[in-house]
């Protein structure tokens, strides 16, 4: 079944809030990743010295040193919130999620990031735990 | 109809906008309130006690104190505009319509929007007026 | 084949990811233009002086002046792209696109907003760079 | 007693925390107006429409309509405390003080802006109370 | 010697740039937590329920539970740090110093903000820097 | 003449406005610039590759490439405007400056930004003409 946009899907596509249903929670993770890898791969493949340093400086920031990779997931998790960047959260929740953070303390970091950043982190807060969902579910 | 998110669907989604088409707008708002009372029964439903605290004082701040209800939830509506949540302008745009709000006071809070938060309002302010239309057709 | 947002869709649409499957580009800048088109019109329609005289002093700005037009568009660019606005960066990638923007040079802009804005630019990247490849597609 | 920037006065101010001491609370309201007001004929003085027009287009947008002056001065002043901007904070704390607003009404907003803004709001609630103490002081 | 704010000092203050000079470090801590005790008390003494509550709540939220106070107080650092609000840095900066905090762990700190938050955190380093060094002077 | 924080100077500090008295204006911009050298070279000399990285990548984004030198400071200086970063606009409006930036030009920038950015800009516009200015009378 293949539907182009300016098609019938496009006449009649929902309303598209950023939030996905309950029964297809299971690929939201590897459709995140998906799209990240092929996008951040096109980004590379282009001769821009400055993006390829600044991504490159990005994946060293959360290594292990003075403070351990754990603890830089979380900080970039809390900072991703505040800042209301739905996919840096869910980047930062995956990789979270691999080093054993425990739900009670990823709302934890939730709970700061709405008192610093106030309740426009609501609906971040929302898809966060969606997301949460989805990953528990994998 | 069943679409696996991995599957068809997910080849032939198109651009995903954040609007909706026309002839679907009566459902914009009964999809945005089943989503946000889905998920902030279970943010609830978890033992963080500060999340719980703050989603109540949320709740609290709009009631008729000094200021009514209705230009509590015209400030809570600007500071939404301004900072940018579409989600919180829904939220504030529901309220404001039961209480009453006519669209002109609504455009002028979206103009004041405008002004002191730039013409980087102006797409949430699109999406603002569909949703209202949305309210209106109910 | 017609859906109500009510019915099958709505129970089976994908996680609503803000991007697009590549099949589809074609369509992206269109549909980004036709909604745009359609709310400006629905927003100046009402007589709100406030409004109208901002839409038409936003067009004007970039405007032919002591600084050229592409000048004009790059700041318009890289100030959408700081302040995260998608439908911004998307209007403002279209007219650079039209005025001759290279794409190195767009990839400078886009260097640029990510070292002032940080990496919660980098999903607004990943999106322009896919609607730059619509707009080189069309 | 003159003392230049770069003499004595520059090697021993103390820490610019942006506050002022009780002592000279009188003086706050007619230092901010008279900036303000100074800055801005320069700025209206130069040859650029575009912001002659924008500033115009700001006072316009204040004035009475389907809402009243004070219900869009609290408007503005709501807005103007989520975004953090402490010198929009003081203008309209000013409009609002000669409009009438009362300290519990001004409250109220200000903890509209603390929770929709967040805990980052709390410095410049501490600064707004102190410029309201120097209106009533005047 | 008694100035006022009025009279001579207000026609020689020197730029006031957001930082101290080195001599006066030592009161840069007392100062901040002066101001902001005395402006606190103030804002608890009037009769705003929400606002005393929101306090409280954001006293609670960094305290010891599924996280442990330091990297509570981390979180705040970096929440603080990509939002960009000096006082809070000020704020979370005295906590952690007083919790061990080392200079290593706060400088990963601010490098995970610089990355996250772009350039524009960079003048907020520097402050927290000098607020740092107050600190460990005192 | 020496007085301490603490001691006299503390206690008759005029409300420290984030701006300059036109008498002392030829100071501004060495003052700006002499804190600045001296808290990155604190910053560079602790041992975070990171953020020495970080801060050496920035210097490179603003050389000359498919962009010239003077449209990539054109970009930094509205990013840092609609951003709100005083201390980044100063340096900007610098570099600007030095590159043969016009008065026209410049204020052509403050205009997109305030349309860009909103009225929130406005202060920071004063702050940039008074900087501009001071440049001027080097």
């Known amino acids: 079944m293949m539907m182009k946009a300016t098609g019938n899907i496009s006449s009649t596509t929902p309303f598209l ?3 996905t249903k309950t029964s297809d929670k299971m690929s939201i993770v590897s459709e995140f990743n998906d799209y990240r890898t092929k996008m951040n791969d096109k980004i590379l493949g282009e001769d821009n010295k400055v993006l390829k340093r600044f991504f490159n400086l990005d994946t060293n920031a959360y290594k292990d040193g003075a403070l351990d990779k754990k603890t830089k997931e979380l900080l970039g998790l809390v900072a991703s919130m505040v ?5 840096c959260i869910r980047y930062h929740l995956g990789t979270c999620f691999e080093l054993g953070v425990t739900k009670a303390e990823a709302y934890e970091v939730f709970a700061i990031a709405n008192l610093v950043g106030g309740s426009i982190c609501i609906p971040h807060t929302r898809r966060a735990v969606e997301y949460w969902e989805a990953l528990e579910a994998e």
């Open 83 to 87: 800042l209301r960047c739905d996919d």
């Open 17 to 19: 809030l950023p939030y």
